[in-house]
């Protein structure tokens, strides 16, 4: 008996100490107002990459892809195949967006030619959206998954009320569910200068840019997360944009440390989306928005100004050679 209660205090006793080793560096970290653990999805747009040549898509594929699997990070990569036809190179860019799935990852549609919806009657850019799946969709069959993401470009919805409405049908129709973003931001802008420097080898700027773009996109981050607790009283599953380029391929890590550092955890897309908020009505707009900011439209609440990039950022932005 005494022999069984001596066991027991000594379980409590190593149990304890296990719980304090645990908790120590969670309860460090930052969480929601709420105490639970803030959880992000990432997705990247404009796979293979935004812009570049053969080596460098390879580049930003190889080094995103080692990235995201060092911090296991569950990504999605949204994939304009117009990028894919080059006379000579489609095996190897094709082979680019193999390595996403390979690495466990899923992709989804975002239009063949990054088509501007402002500017393009429905019957274009539907003919633009069903002719971005082709690839996408039989790459997703050899690993027996199934193209269910659409986004939007430039987050944009549609132009009128009609438009968008129709564009909504035809998703639904094609078996989609669309990805929304609730931390929109300005990563490209950083990510033209870090790789027109990167080109020319100006090691300084990209030194700069890259010092600069984590903590501005943490203060996007904090952003969202107050007009996430100002509009539905708690911290929404969030999703990030960034786009698949140098900067990112080169500073993913940074990325993910200063979002661990604010109490993320990784999550699917999928489990992001099971956030009631996202069934929330949102608000037609012309422009790229979060679609924070459109269920605040559609519930008639004005639209609150984002964080901006530093000036000398949106100088160079304007301003630093080709
Ligand atoms: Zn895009």
Not at 164 to 169: F, R, T, Y
Request: hydrophobic letters at 40%; aromatic letters at 10%; a neutral charge.
């Amino acid at each position: 008996m005494i022999q069984i209660r001596t066991k027991c205090v000594l379980i409590a006793a190593f149990a304890s100490l296990h719980i304090i080793l645990v908790t120590i560096p969670l309860s460090a970290l930052n969480t929601t107002e709420q105490g639970t653990r803030r959880r992000i999805a990432i997705t990247f747009d404009d796979l293979p990459a935004t812009n570049g040549n053969l080596e460098v898509m390879s580049y930003v594929t190889t080094n995103l892809l080692r990235s995201i699997r060092l911090n296991d990070v569950p990504a999605i990569g949204f994939v304009n195949e117009g990028k894919l036809y080059k006379r000579g190179e489609i095996d190897a860019r094709t082979n680019l967006l193999w390595q996403w799935l390979e690495a466990g990852l899923e992709l989804g549609n975002h239009t063949y030619s990054h088509i501007h919806i402002n500017d393009a009657p429905f019957a274009a850019y539907k003919e633009d959206l069903i002719r971005g799946e082709t690839v996408t969709r039989m790459l997703l069959k050899e690993k027996g998954m199934r193209l269910r993401y659409y986004r939007h470009t430039q987050l944009r919805t549609g132009p009128t009320p009609e438009y968008k409405k129709a564009l909504e049908e035809l998703l639904a129709e094609r078996g989609y569910v669309v990805a929304p973003v609730t931390i929109d931001n300005n990563d490209y802008i950083f990510a033209d200068i870090y790789s027109k420097a990167r080109a020319r080898n100006d090691k300084e700027t990209m030194r700069r840019i890259a010092a600069e773009y984590i903590p501005y996109m943490e203060s996007v981050l904090a952003h969202f997360e107050k007009l996430s607790i100002k509009f539905l009283g708690r911290e929404v599953r969030q999703t990030l944009l960034l786009h698949a380029n140098e900067l990112n391929a080169d500073h993913f890590d940074d990325l993910i440390h200063m979002m661990t550092g604010r109490g993320y955890i990784f999550i699917t897309l999928e489990e992001a989306l099971k956030d009631e908020a996202y069934r929330l009505p949102d608000a037609q707009a012309g422009r790229g928005l979060s679609w924070l900011h459109r269920w605040m439209i559609a519930k008639g609440m004005q639209m609150q100004p984002e964080p901006r990039e530093p000036e000398w950022v949106a100088r160079l932005f304007e301003t630093y050679p080709q």
